[in-house]
């Protein structure tokens, strides 16, 4: 069975730090590996996608990195915004799986 | 308008009473997925629907039925409302652009079982 971990749970950075957030995951047979961002209320909004071919994809300031063998991604953010405070979710898709597990997620917190 | 809509936001209710959640889309998509998420545990997947007729439980799908009225729409029963059954339940759906799957979710309902 998949098992995915963040770590931190939570992190407090001054503003316009670069920083970064794990993903570990259990089985390295995936087929994508997702991050989200969840707001409040807002649900979770899809940021960066990764097929398991690839070894990072970006987007703006948001960098995504995977390493399959070793069974870990990395979000890498750069020059951290106050509007960046918010919970980073990790999911996997696994190979012969129809659905996505889920991290427990990092709470991200940039103070101005 | 949001693409992804729950009905209600919030609720309260006690321990025994059957409860539905509602979800309604405007995107398009055959997939549709209830998920239930706990502090410190992450995302679960109660139910998913690939299509009106396909409907398959996932993780955590005791104590919980679901139902595919239309494409559009996929709601959450919880038949005997359960304290533990406390959180909040977000659904969304996808679709597979370019052959890949992306999950659109909605704003989730925050279930509170007295």
């Known amino acids: 069975k998949q098992e995915v971990t963040q770590i931190p749970a939570a992190l407090s950075v001054p503003e316009g730090e670069n920083l970064v957030l794990n993903c570990s995951f259990t089985?390295?047979?995936?087929?994508?590996l997702q991050w989200f961002r969840q707001d409040p209320g807002k649900g979770l909004t899809s940021l960066l996608l990764i097929q398991s071919s690839q070894r990072e994809q970006t987007s703006g300031r948001l960098n995504a990195s995977l390493d399959k063998s070793s069974g870990r991604s990395t979000l890498y953010i750069a020059a951290s915004q106050p509007g960046d405070s918010a919970t980073y979710l990790c999911?996997?898709?696994?190979?012969?799986?129809?659905?996505?597990?889920f991290g427990s997620g990092t709470q991200l917190t940039v103070l101005p | 308008d949001a693409d992804v809509t729950q009905t209600p936001r919030n609720r309260i209710t006690k321990t025994g009473k059957r409860i539905m959640l509602e979800c309604s889309q405007t995107?398009?998509?055959?997939?549709m997925y209830w998920y239930r998420q706990d502090p410190g545990l992450g995302l679960r997947l109660i139910y998913y629907s690939f299509d009106v007729k396909d409907i398959n439980k996932g993780e955590i799908s005791d104590g919980y039925s679901v139902s595919r009225q239309a494409q559009a729409k996929f709601s959450l029963s919880l038949e005997s409302a359960i304290p533990n059954q406390t959180a909040l339940y977000f659904c969304?759906?996808?679709?597979?652009?370019?052959?890949?799957?992306?999950?659109?979710f909605g704003p989730g309902t925050r279930l509170l079982v007295l």
């Open positions: 999911a996997v898709k696994s190979g012969s799986a129809r659905q996505l597990t």
């Open positions: 089985d390295s047979a995936i087929y994508n």
């Open positions: 995107k398009g998509h055959d997939r």
């Open positions: 969304a759906t996808s679709d597979m652009g370019q052959g890949v799957e992306t999950q659109y």
